[in-house]
């Protein structure tokens, strides 16, 4: 019915030196995991029907990097729809990355494929991208466009986790502050609720609640690690980055994570 690629958190730099110095921790140059990515993709055999990239396409909201990620995503054949995370230029990413046609840089949007219902929700524009807060007009749009849904399954995809996870710095951090009230609107639907897709906090994980399974695919780059009591974000050097493929048959949903080779 529907298959396709879930990567996040490319963090595209033209810096060759780039890297997160509060970290304290040596970690590759992102491109490299970007290269990675592009050539386990061509490598897999079997056809997606898209690619589905959560957010922080680049690492800097700088032309220069928009222009290394339009060269790199190039590389790509199959269609591409993004969605920016709080690393982007909204503006840059539409500007220098939209084709007009096999790639798309979706925003509060709803797209129809294959009879399934993408849904996404867009931070860019809300006040602090890192701990957003969704104003309730952005709220009433995605209940509407839910509403709009009537057949098929649903799939929702973000750039942040909607629901606190038990981990302080993603709950407090890294978190849509007000991302309940979406989950209590798909729980109304959640027969029909394939999964909700999201970055941002770097790391595989799968949460469940009241029905609706939640997956967060781990960056091209390098991973966080979360664990409980945890108040501060840290890397996950031992974890490679990597990518999943998600799979939606019937009312079933199938995620497989993929790792990529050490940078
Ligand atoms: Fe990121």
Redesign the pocket.
Known sequence: MLTFLHI??T?ISADPEYGPHWLRKPLAQPNLGVESLLEAINRLPFAVDFILHT??VCAEPEAENYHLARELLDRLEQPLYLLP???DSAQMTREMLADGERRQVLGDDHKIINGCHLITVDISGADNPLTPTLPDGQIDHFAAQLNEAQEGPILVAAHHPFLPTGVPWIDDEARIQNGERLHELLVARRERVAGVFF??I?QVATSYSDGITYNCCP?TWFNFTGYPGMESADADLDTPGGFNLVMIRENRSFVRRYSLPPA
């Open positions: 996040s958190d963090h957010g922080d995370g709080n690393h970055g941002h770097h960056s």
